[in-house]
């Protein structure tokens, strides 16, 4: 199985390289449209910035060739964000495959802090990359901006309020968490992508 991961201007792609070389993949690190559109499935994982990251993206005309993948794709963290419609961050329009706006948390006076960051849990988990993966189970969070709860959330989270904690639209899955820091919940949703 050939799987490649988005290169771009996103931090934090290697440890995705790291968890999957455990599962026994060795992935191909690309900003190649021919090598993307080829590979049985594809990780848009990334920490970063989205107008930045999506300059990047558009630059490189990869904008295009995400949005027309046709294979199992997997986005995580700001990847599933780019995957929205518009973000706050940067004021940027994204690549639309979620008719969905990314916003800025607004912290608490005197309660919880942005960045959400730690581990936190997981309800309402539906379809294939939640298969076997209790209600409750915790995963690993690093972020400021969200998605709202949506017609296409098959996972919520709660922290200041409701979010998309995933995502699935057609054969696009996405991720606010890390799975690749999540660790055996991580590891399992890793699998359940894999064998899609």
């Not at 990251?53 to 630059?59: D, V």
């Not at 912290?107 to 581990?119: A, D, I, N, S, Y």
């Not at 996972?155 to 660790?183: L, R, W």
Request: hydrophobic share 40%; charged share 15%; proline share 5%.
């Amino acid at each position: 199985m050939e799987v490649a991961i988005v290169k771009y201007n996103a931090g934090n792609i290697y440890s995705v390289v790291c968890a999957l070389r455990r599962l026994g993949i060795d992935p191909v690190v690309s900003d190649s449209p021919e090598v993307l559109s080829r590979a049985d499935k594809v990780l848009f994982p990334g920490v970063g910035e989205a107008s930045s990251a999506m300059a990047y993206l558009r630059e490189h005309g990869l904008d295009r060739v995400i949005v027309n993948l046709t294979q199992p794709v997997l986005a995580i963290c700001i990847g599933m964000q780019l995957l929205c419609s518009h973000s706050e961050e940067g004021n940027v329009d994204c690549l639309g495959v979620f008719d969905t706006p990314v916003r800025r948390f607004v912290p608490q006076e005197r309660g919880l802090k942005v960045p959400h960051m730690g581990w936190n849990t997981l309800r309402n988990l539906q379809g294939p990359l939640f298969s076997g993966i209790d209600e409750g189970s915790y995963v690993y969070f690093v972020h400021s901006y969200y998605a709202p709860v949506s017609a296409d959330c098959v996972a919520v989270c709660d922290y200041i309020n409701p979010f998309c904690a995933a995502m699935n639209k057609n054969n696009f899955y996405a991720t606010q968490f890390h799975v690749e820091k999540s660790g055996t919940v991580g590891v399992h949703i890793l699998e359940n992508f894999l064998a899609l």
